[in-house]
Structures are given as structure tokens and as C-alpha cells.
């Protein structure tokens, strides 16, 4: 999609030139226009008209990739004026005009619809002004227009009007991409908060229940325990939150365990405070303190989670280790290559490095360390200055 998007920026750029140079070939078209100075060089000119149109694509660019609506119009349109060199140019939906620069009048909706009919560039002569009108697509689905209006029509402006058209639907494909991929992102932390272990829930509950009688006052605070863990593993939060909320939520898991395994199991969580604020990716610590108990109790002498997270400048860095019996590296490799949505995987390793992958790059993938009979170690870098908007939970 990207080379596709550099390509059609390409022609864009030579199309816009053409015109431009038809356009001086004409001479000046308004007052205060000057034409191409006598003898002056060719590819100069050129240089500089192909700078202006990359520029001015550039300045458009971002509020397209917001996608198509009344704002992004608004934002876009006078830059594709300028690049056009246009009377007026106007962009509208498939139902209404969204935005326009330029004098416009109301028929440029009705010549939208009849080029959103065709399915291709219409040309509409008239006095004193004629207008040039293109669909523009998503995927193959017609969304809307861009209109041109100007005095003079010609070859070299449909041409160009349709380059453009062109280049605006590709930046509408890459921000349908960039919200399919938000989509799926969500889609995929709602199906993570389903994938809580059923087993966990049934052994937290089992081991409430077996205090109930022995100790109410203990199964009363597990329960408290339980429900503010299963509050925030299942609610309905965005993809991000902070690193005390997360470590909140392990504390909590933590407490549960324990009250499983006695003093079998052995824990110790050690934080720089100045990283509590930092927004780390939801449930991204939680499995891997589940994975690290799951791994690394032994039957007999139970076994031992030490969770760190340190500030390294520009980064949070987080290990969670355990002295359990380790694994062989190649096993731990299929481990982060196994598919996360298996029925059965739970919230492992797979799915927290493919979604630390997806957010921030494949090199903030987990780093796993470990050898038969050495524990295992798990590590993970959080960059800070990666700052998405974090809400309160909504409950």
C-alpha cells in the first residue's frame, strides 16, 4: 500500500507539473499572474513546480488520512486548490458537499451525483465557469467527489483532476487501513479480556470457598481481591492504561495465588515510581506473572517471582523472572510463535508479544531468557514518549 501511495504521488507530482506548465504556456490567467520569465531555464521551472506539488500534497496529506468527513474536507480542500490552480474545488460525500474553497455554487452537488452515477470523471461545460468532477474510492466503493471548477477546461486539467482524485483516494485507503488495524486492535484486547483462565477463576474461587468456614475474614478480603481483579481484567477500557494500573491488577493476582499455595509460593515486585505514570498496553504484565507461577512452581519446594520494572531514560524496562526449571530456548520460541488466538492458548506469551509488536515495532517484541534448570526471565521495554490517550476505567 505504501509503494502504491508513493507511486501515485509520483504521477501526481508529473501531472500537477504538466498542468502547471500548461498553465504558463497559456500565460497569465488572473492579475497579479505573471508568466514564465523570457529565456529562463526549463528545468528549473519544472524543479520548482514538481517542489510545490509534492508540498502542497504533503500539507494535505494528514487530514486525509483522517479519513473522509466535514473536518478532513475542510482541511484538505485549500491545499488541493493550490495544487490544482483552480477557480474552486470543492469535495463532497456520497449524500452532501463537505467542503469547498473557492466561489462554489450548488451545482456542484448536482454534477457530483451525476459523476457519482457514471462511475468515472465527468466533464460539465457551462457559463462562465466549467467544472471538472471525479469519484473518489475506497477498496473499489465509490465515497464521494472531487470537483474542480475553473474557466477554461482542458485536457491536461481532467487529466490532472483525475491524478488527484486518484492520489486522494489512496490516502483514504491508507486511513481505512490504519482504522482497520485500530479495529482489530480493539478487537483483539475484547477478545483478550474473554480469554481470562478459566482455571485461574475456578482454583481463586476454590480456594475463597475453603476459607469461608476457617477463616471469613481472609475469604471476605480474597473475594474483594477477586472482584477488583476481575473488575479490571474485564471492563471496558481502551487499549491502554498506566503501569500502576497494571501493576495494581498483578498485586491483586498475586494475593490470589498466594492464598492458593501458601508459602510455597514466593513473590517480591520492586518499582522505580517515576514510571508509575508511563501507558503500557492493557493486561501486558498480568500474563506474564501467570505464565511465570504457571511455569515456575516446583511440587515440592514451590518456587519464587520477582517482578522489576525500572526507568531507563527514555524507556520502562520490566523483567519477570522465576527460579523454576527453566525451559529449552526452542521451546520457549514456540512459545512466541504459537498462534494467540488457539483455542485453549489463554493469555500467554504469544499474544502479549504480538500485540507489543503491533503497538510500538518488532523490536519491542519479548525477550525471553532461560536454559533447563535455570528459570526463566522474561524481559519487555515500554518506550515512554509513546503517550495514547489513557481514560478511566468505565465500569
Not at 17 to 36: K, N
Not at 46 to 69: K, V
Not at 184 to 212: D, G, K, M
Request: aromatic share 4%.
Amino acid at each position: 500500500m505504501l509503494i502504491i501511495a508513493c507511486l501515485a504521488l509520483c504521477c501526481l507530482a508529473v501531472a500537477a507539473g504538466l498542468a502547471a506548465g500548461s498553465r504558463l504556456a497559456r500565460g497569465p490567467r488572473r492579475r497579479g499572474d505573471e508568466g514564465p520569465p523570457e529565456g529562463g531555464p526549463t528545468g528549473r521551472r519544472a524543479d520548482e513546480a514538481t517542489y510545490a506539488t509534492l508540498h502542497l500534497a504533503a500539507m494535505a496529506a494528514p487530514a486525509l488520512r483522517a479519513g473522509l468527513d466535514r473536518d478532513s474536507a475542510r482541511k484538505a480542500v485549500r491545499h488541493l486548490r493550490a495544487l490544482l490552480g483552480t477557480r474552486a474545488v470543492a469535495i463532497t460525500s456520497t449524500e452532501a458537499a463537505l467542503a469547498w474553497d473557492g466561489p462554489c455554487t450548488d451545482d456542484v452537488l448536482t454534477h457530483a451525483r451525476a459523476a457519482l452515477a457514471a462511475g468515472r470523471a465527468q466533464v460539465f461545460a457551462g457559463e462562465p465557469h466549467g467544472a471538472v468532477v471525479v469519484p473518489l474510492t475506497v477498496e473499489g466503493t465509490v465515497v464521494g467527489a472531487l470537483a474542480a471548477i475553473d474557466d477554461e477546461l482542458s485536457a491536461a486539467l481532467v487529466r490532472t483532476v483525475t491524478e488527484v482524485a486518484g492520489w486522494v483516494s489512496g490516502q483514504l485507503e491508507l486511513a481505512e487501513l490504519d482504522a482497520s488495524r485500530r479495529r482489530a486492535l480493539e478487537a483483539e484486547t475484547r477478545a483478550l479480556r474473554a480469554q481470562i483462565s478459566p482455571h485461574f477463576v475456578y482454583n481463586a474461587l476454590t480456594t475463597i470457598a475453603s476459607f469461608v468456614r476457617t477463616d471469613p475474614k481472609r475469604a471476605r478480603e480474597l473475594l474483594l481481591d477477586f472482584a477488583d481483579f476481575s473488575r479490571y481484567a474485564l471492563r471496558r477500557a481502551h487499549d491502554f492504561t498506566t503501569l500502576a494500573d497494571e501493576l495494581t491488577c498483578v498485586d491483586h493476582y498475586l494475593l490470589l495465588e498466594r492464598a492458593r499455595f501458601g508459602d510455597r509460593l514466593r513473590f517480591s515486585v520492586q518499582v522505580a515510581p517515576e514510571v508509575l505514570p508511563v501507558p503500557v498496553p492493557f493486561l501486558c504484565l498480568q500474563p506474564l506473572v501467570e505464565n511465570a507461577i504457571k511455569h515456575g512452581m516446583r511440587a515440592a519446594r514451590g518456587g519464587e517471582v520477582r517482578v522489576v520494572v525500572r526507568d531507563a531514560g527514555p524507556e520502562a524496562h520490566i523483567t519477570v523472572e522465576d527460579d523454576g526449571a527453566g525451559m529449552d530456548p526452542e521451546c520457549a520460541r514456540r512459545m512466541l510463535d504459537e498462534d494467540p488466538a488457539r483455542e485453549g492458548a489463554g493469555i500467554g506469551l504469544a499474544n502479549v508479544d504480538l500485540r507489543m509488536r503491533q503497538i510500538y515495532g518488532d523490536s519491542y517484541g519479548l525477550v525471553v531468557e532461560t536454559a533447563l534448570g535455570a528459570g526463566t526471565k522474561v524481559r519487555l521495554r515500554v518506550p515512554k514518549t509513546h503517550a495514547p490517550e489513557t481514560r478511566a476505567a468505565e465500569v
